[in-house]
């Protein structure tokens, strides 16, 4: 016979993970869980491991990235600890642990060296380079990472080249340099794209849990591995290459993985050029999986965001025909090779993604021309077509799922404040 529960007065939940029911009988209150008595062992471990290594709210206070981006960058990180055990016995080997003619003298020095090329290197790469980052964050990413692998093969083939081995280690240190900078600071704009409760703390915190995990784990790996590999270059070599195959093929899964909602160069180019195209905007699934993770060195037509007015007209003529047909608060100009946007004080991101938008058109135009030298008529062309298929196309994107209040545009600093004949 069932016993009577009582009369239910309040339900509660823990996020997604449990809920419970309050009901009250002769004067008592009991809390019971919904959905059954007990709970399983399997179901009690599955809430630890979320409470220790997953924010807070998971999974609705992250992005729906999240997990996939977590799984490849947990590979990565793994291989790369292996390879990087590798690389550091070689680095030892190099300087002289195992060698009675080695001084330890000449061991601190090159170790000093190779840590002050690498401060040196990471402050050079943060001034070049700083801005870059959010805007291009997977580039930017996956290229650290590359340089990461590059770094350690030059440590393990260090011992073999004696001669060379202090320059060799230090230009080691310098690409690691570069990949502590680049790797951080994407790892942060990721970051951000990942909170949705502005949780950007716990996120990072669950983070380095997941990190330190995956290298005690390494760790204990790495242990039985040593042994394996000393004094065995050629078995060290295939190791190493397995290692780094796996690592760049886990980097390349987790950035193709991250589905970005706001706008840089690459996405709102295939988003109007589908929009020119068909009329059809792409969501963000569509636009992340097509835009490019590697980094292009040289460009056709580069657009430069946010410059001086001098790089847009030089002349009272050039500033006139800029201005002839243009009521936004951008300028646009074609100088040198580049397209070049000159920003006012007063615009907004909408009117930053439509000058993007504009430059972006541009180039596709005169890049079909052939032609780099100044053409205001086809810019004039350009503010007309904007006219026309900007208002349309920004509602498109909007209901589309993308975030039309902020951008990651890669925008300098300089912002112009212009006279006309009018005013």
Same mark, same amino acid.
């Given at each position: &016979?069932?016993?009577?529960?009582?009369?239910?007065?309040?339900?509660?939940?823990?996020?997604?993970?449990?809920?419970?029911?309050?009901?009250?009988?002769?004067?008592? &209150? !009991?809390?019971?869980?919904?959905?059954?008595?007990?709970?399983?062992?399997?179901?009690?471990?599955?809430?630890?491991?979320?409470?220790?290594?997953?924010?807070?709210?998971?999974?609705?206070?992250? @992005?729906?990235?999240?997990?996939?981006?977590?799984?490849? %960058?947990?590979?990565?990180?793994?291989?790369?600890?292996?390879?990087?055990?590798?690389?550091?016995?070689?680095?030892?080997? #190099?300087?002289?642990? #195992?060698?009675?003619? +080695?001084?330890?003298? *000449? +061991?601190?020095?090159?170790? $000093?060296?190779?840590?002050?090329?690498?401060?040196?290197?990471?402050?050079?790469?943060?001034?070049?380079?700083?801005?870059?980052?959010?805007? !291009? *964050?997977?580039?930017?990413?996956?290229? /650290?990472?590359?340089?990461?692998?590059?770094?350690?093969?030059?440590?393990?083939?260090?011992?073999?080249?004696?001669?060379?081995?202090?320059?060799?280690?230090?230009? @080691?240190?310098?690409?690691?340099?570069?990949? =502590?900078? /680049? #790797?951080?600071?994407?790892?942060?704009?990721?970051?951000?794209?990942?909170?949705?409760?502005?949780?950007?703390?716990?996120?990072?915190?669950?983070?380095?849990?997941?990190?330190?995990?995956?290298?005690?784990? =390494?760790?204990?790996?790495?242990?039985?591995?040593?042994?394996?590999?000393?004094?065995?270059?050629?078995?060290?070599?295939?190791?190493?290459?397995?290692?780094?195959?796996?690592?760049?093929? +886990?980097?390349?899964?987790?950035?193709?993985?991250?589905? &970005?909602?706001?706008?840089?160069?690459?996405?709102?180019?295939? *988003?109007?050029?589908?929009?020119?195209?068909?009329?059809?905007?792409? @969501?963000?699934?569509?636009?992340?999986?097509?835009?490019?993770?590697?980094?292009?060195?040289?460009?056709?037509?580069?657009?430069?965001? =946010?410059?001086?007015?001098?790089?847009?007209?030089?002349?009272? %003529?050039?500033? @006139? $025909? /800029?201005?002839? =047909?243009?009521?936004?608060?951008?300028?646009?100009?074609?100088?040198?090779?580049?397209?070049?946007?000159?920003?006012?004080?007063? +615009?907004?991101?909408?009117?930053?993604?439509? /000058?993007?938008?504009? *430059?972006?058109?541009?180039?596709?135009?005169?890049?079909?021309?052939?032609?780099? !030298?100044?053409?205001?008529?086809?810019?004039?062309?350009?503010?007309?077509?904007?006219?026309?298929?900007?208002?349309?196309?920004?509602?498109?994107? !909007?209901?589309? #799922?993308?975030?039309?209040?902020?951008?990651? $545009?890669?925008?300098?600093?300089?912002?112009?404040?212009?006279?006309?004949?009018?005013?």
């Amino acid at each position: &016979m069932e016993r009577d529960p009582g009369v239910e007065v309040a339900a509660e939940r823990y996020g997604s993970a449990e809920s419970w029911k309050y009901f009250t009988k002769d004067g008592v &209150m !009991e809390r019971r869980r919904d959905g059954g008595e007990g709970e399983s062992r399997g179901n009690r471990i599955w809430v630890f491991f979320k409470s220790v290594f997953l924010p807070q709210g998971y999974p609705e206070s992250v @992005s729906e990235d999240y997990l996939q981006y977590q799984f490849w %960058d947990t590979v990565q990180a793994f291989s790369s600890s292996l390879s990087g055990t590798l690389a550091t016995q070689a680095s030892l080997k #190099g300087v002289g642990v #195992g060698n009675q003619e +080695a001084t330890v003298a *000449a +061991a601190t020095i090159t170790w $000093l060296l190779r840590d002050g090329t690498s401060m040196l290197g990471r402050i050079v790469f943060a001034w070049l380079k700083g801005n870059k980052l959010d805007s !291009e *964050a997977k580039k930017w990413r996956l290229f /650290a990472d590359v340089l990461n692998d590059i770094a350690m093969f030059m440590e393990i083939l260090a011992p073999f080249f004696p001669a060379c081995f202090t320059l060799i280690v230090c230009t @080691s240190g310098i690409f690691k340099s570069v990949v =502590g900078v /680049a #790797g951080g600071a994407t790892r942060a704009a990721l970051t951000v794209h990942q909170a949705r409760r502005d949780n950007m703390a716990d996120i990072s915190a669950k983070d380095g849990s997941q990190e330190t995990l995956v290298n005690l784990a =390494g760790l204990l790996v790495s242990l039985i591995l040593i042994p394996l590999v000393t004094d065995n270059p050629v078995l060290t070599l295939s190791l190493f290459f397995l290692f780094t195959l796996l690592h760049l093929l +886990a980097n390349y899964k987790a950035v193709r993985s991250v589905v &970005m909602e706001t706008f840089n160069e690459a996405r709102l180019s295939i *988003a109007l050029q589908q929009y020119l195209s068909d009329k059809r905007i792409p @969501s963000p699934s569509e636009a992340n999986q097509k835009e490019p993770v590697f980094l292009e060195f040289r460009k056709t037509l580069p657009i430069r965001l =946010g410059v001086r007015l001098q790089e847009v007209a030089k002349s009272p %003529d050039e500033l @006139s $025909l /800029a201005l002839r =047909g243009n009521k936004m608060p951008y300028l646009l100009g074609v100088r040198n090779g580049c397209i070049c946007v000159c920003l006012g004080v007063r +615009a907004s991101a909408q009117d930053e993604i439509r /000058a993007m938008c504009q *430059a972006v058109w541009l180039r596709a135009t005169l890049s079909a021309s052939g032609a780099v !030298e100044p053409h205001w008529g086809t810019i004039l062309q350009s503010y007309n077509l904007m006219d026309t298929i900007f208002n349309p196309f920004l509602k498109g994107v !909007e209901a589309a #799922g993308w975030d039309i209040k902020r951008t990651l $545009l890669d925008w300098d600093e300089w912002r112009v404040e212009w006279k006309t004949k009018s005013n």
